[in-house]
């Protein structure tokens, strides 16, 4: 919370429990950035959307501003997965698999959901469960894209086989 103070403003912070330390870290970076903001107190807030000429958020500027971010520049892959005909729900996991961000233990381990020594594959335990080992490298993984080959119909060499 922010208090106003001879003319100035002053963070005020209140916690239920005491902050782990990477949590103070995550505070101490969020102290950093607020430290940048200018407050003023004859202003009403609003909501600003800053990567749109108007400040007013709809999805085609969200949208531009990822593609323009220049994360995805070199990556024409996104053009074919969204102009594609398959269902919604598909495409965005797609899009969180190309991007990495599908719940992996390795992801959840990052996010500091998870403990290092739980980050083993849940199906083979043979390998780190990443969406790489997830969804081509596990053996079982493995099985499940011959299954899918064979309902198609479609005969394949996996790099397992």
């Known amino acids: ?9 002053e963070w005020i912070w209140s916690w239920r429990r005491s ?3 990477w949590e103070l ?33 709809n999805v085609k500027s969200a949208y531009k ?12 892959l996104h053009k074919f997965l969204w102009s594609s005909c ?14 990495n961000k599908i719940p992996s233990k390795c ?4 996010r500091k959901v998870l403990n290092i020594s739980a980050s083993g594959c849940a199906w083979c335990g043979e ?5 790489s080992h997830l969804l081509f490298g ?11 080959f064979a309902w198609f119909g479609v005969s394949t060499v996996l790099h397992l086989s």
């Open 86 to 99: 398959v269902p919604s729900k598909v495409l965005g996991f797609a899009w969180k698999v190309l991007l």
């Open 65 to 76: 501003a990822v593609i323009n971010d220049g994360i995805y520049a070199d990556f024409p």
């Open 138 to 148: 596990c053996y079982y993984a493995y099985l499940v894209w011959l299954s899918i």
């Open 19 to 21: 902050l782990f330390q």
């Open 107 to 110: 992801n959840l381990i990052k």
């Open 127 to 131: 390998d780190l469960e990443n969406t």
């Open 25 to 57: 870290d995550l505070l101490s970076q969020l102290v950093a950035d607020l430290g940048s903001t200018v407050l003023k107190n004859d202003f009403c807030d609003r909501w600003y959307w800053k990567d749109f000429n108007d400040g007013i958020y």
């Open 1 to 9: 919370m922010v208090f106003w103070r001879d003319g100035g403003f």
